[in-house]
């Protein structure tokens, strides 16, 4: 019999190639969530246990607790056999966001189920489907090639992207020449559109703070004291909405000194990207008004401006009937996104002085931030992302886009920074694959093709 090909390989065992990934999904590894460290380290043995089992070598978690972090455990393996072929460093996260809520979902989070030729767990676009696709690409290689790979291969995946990344930043920052690569391939992105083929080649930073207002000694009765004395809530409210203004253009000052404007060149290719604003707005978002900067298009606000976003107001009283009370203290949850060429740091700088300068009377304000990461535009012109849109032509039949990403993966500024390397964001993901929402899906044919270009993007870097 012929040796099959990795592509054949691949296509022969997609089927257990999602049973497998059903497994993993089972694993509610919420990194942000205390009570599930058990089950974020069970899906960091998952994954390094099959990376051991395909042949990959060196195979252990990195452990990646400090005096000042509670971290979970990156998944390390390498297969380094080819001298003079390029190393290719493998990226992927293994941890997922909260599914709540839970009562939104139409089968459970946890318990992954296929309809329509997707499969719905939390967790199956974002990040455990697409790390399998590189998994299971490898898988194919070995198998095909006779134990070995067409280049050299370092495989490194974190549990704590979606709570900022600091475990792997600081490896990256302390042990880099332990990762040392000629390019970082990454599948944590979308397609613009669906069977339409893209790299994502700009990411935004972010700063995520919590702002605390506090306005007395302590709870108080909004009877006998409502009237007299401030209120956190209000304090916090007037705060949030001084920061914004009904357009949504951000009201702290200098906050857009630092934009760069993208080029002639990338906005008009974004102008050539098929996009409909109403049907954006009525499928994707669903409003009645979308809101923004005036001035900018819509693909513009998102991938190449910063905004500022609420995520929640926790405290006070929000328990089932009335109380009443007037809460001594109050919190938001405040993030903004990040172009180049802002920073983190200037960046909270202007957030924490501005806040300084419009608080409440009988109120004292306090910013914190919790993480941050830094916005990156990826350059295009190497081999390695020449042979991503050839393996995608092959696979798709069609040209690949290039667009940004408006969402955040931290650890990408620092593979460019600190490693030098470009990176290849090649993801496989579809705009309606409700990440972080609840019945987060990934579509299975992106799920396989994914696999196929990635296998032949590995063939055509090693060839
Ligand atoms: N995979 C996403 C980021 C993403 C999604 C980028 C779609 C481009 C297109 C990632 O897992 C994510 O959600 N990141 C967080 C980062 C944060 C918690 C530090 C984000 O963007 O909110
Ligand atoms: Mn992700
Ligand atoms: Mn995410």
């Given at each position: ?85 390029p190393t290719v460093l493998c990226y ?59 280049v050299?291969?370092r ?26 690569a000629d390019v970082a391939l990454v ?191 990826i350059?295009?012109?190497n081999h390695f992302v020449?042979a991503a ?26 593979f460019?920074?600190?490693l030098?390397i470009p990176t290849v ?32 993007w590995l063939?055509?870097v090693?060839?």
């Open positions: 019999m012929a040796v099959e090909s990795a592509v054949e390989f691949a296509a022969g065992n997609g089927e257990r190639f999602v049973e497998e990934l059903t497994a993993l999904l089972r694993i509610p590894s919420v990194s942000t969530d205390p009570e599930r460290v058990g089950d974020v380290r069970k899906a960091a043995q998952f994954v390094a246990d099959e990376l051991a089992r395909i042949g990959m070598e060196n195979v252990h978690l990195i452990e990646t607790t400090t005096p000042t972090h509670n971290g979970h455990p990156l998944v390390y393996a390498d297969w380094l056999h080819v001298p003079g072929k992927g996260h293994y941890d997922v966001q909260p599914a709540e809520p839970l009562e939104l979902w139409k089968s459970p989070a946890f318990e992954p189920e296929i309809r329509d030729g997707n499969i719905y767990a939390r967790g199956a676009v974002d990040d455990k489907g697409q790390m399998w696709m590189h998994v299971k690409a490898l898988e194919s290689l070995m198998t095909a090639h006779g134990g070995k790979l067409p050299n291969v495989v490194i995946v974190e549990g704590e992207e979606e709570v900022g990344g600091e475990g792997i930043a600081a490896f990256v920052r302390e042990h880099g020449d332990q990762l040392k599948s944590d992105t979308e397609m613009f559109a669906p069977e339409l083929p893209t790299l994502c080649v700009g990411l935004r930073g972010m700063i995520y703070t919590e702002i605390e207002v506090n306005s007395a000694r302590g709870d108080l009765h909004s009877g006998i004291f409502g009237g007299a004395a401030p209120n956190s809530f209000i304090g916090l409210a007037q705060i949030i909405a001084k920061l914004k203004d009904e357009n949504g253009r951000i009201l702290l000052p200098h906050v857009y000194d630092k934009v760069q404007q993208p080029t002639e060149a990338e906005l008009e290719a974004w102008k050539k990207l098929p996009f409909d604003e109403e049907e954006y707005r009525e499928k994707e978002v669903g409003t009645s008004a979308l809101t923004g900067e005036p001035g900018y298009g819509v693909l513009h606000r998102l991938w190449a401006r910063p905004t500022l976003e609420v995520h929640g107001m926790p405290g006070g009283f929000i328990g089932a009937g009335a109380k009443t009370v007037i809460p001594a203290k109050a919190v938001a949850k405040v993030s903004m996104r990040l172009v180049p060429d802002m920073t983190p740091a200037e960046t909270f700088a202007l957030l924490r002085d501005y806040v300084a300068t419009i608080v409440p009377k009988g109120c004292t304000v306090e910013v914190r931030m919790i993480h941050s990461g830094d916005p990156i535009v350059s295009t012109d020449t849109t050839e393996a995608m032509k092959t696979v798709f039949g069609k040209d690949t886009v290039f667009v940004r990403g408006g969402g955040s993966i931290p650890i990408v500024g620092d460019v920074r600190e030098g964001l090649m993801g496989f993901g579809l705009p309606d694959d409700n990440l972080h929402a609840p019945n987060e899906k990934f579509n299975l044919s992106n799920f396989h093709r994914g696999i196929e270009s990635i296998v032949r063939e055509l090693g060839a």
